[in-house]
């Protein structure tokens, strides 16, 4: 996803092309930015199995040295994802 890639070379170490994944990476926040600018949500009017699935990768963005700064609506999107009733975090979030 997003930035799973950028994630991977920086925190765990692997090999790769560190600025080609960051800019896979930025490509992938921006059509999230263009779907939740529009939506709350990034399949239906409410929370599916698609923002379960995609917000790992989204929320630990950082990791992967990708700022999420420039994409508001992505960070709104993260925010209400924390608030929903039982939302248990994870190291890096």
Request: glycine share 6%.
């Amino acid at each position: 996803m997003v930035s799973a890639k950028a994630r991977v070379i920086c925190k765990f170490k692997r090999p790769g092309n560190l600025e080609e994944a960051q800019l896979l990476g930025r490509k992938g926040l921006d059509v999230l930015e263009q779907r939740l600018a529009a939506h709350q949500w990034l399949a239906l009017d409410h929370v599916t199995i698609a923002d379960i699935a995609c917000f790992p990768y989204v929320a630990l963005a950082s990791e992967g040295e990708i700022r999420l700064d420039p994409y508001a609506s992505v960070r709104s999107w993260i925010e209400r994802i924390k608030a929903l009733p039982g939302f248990v975090s994870m190291p890096g979030i």
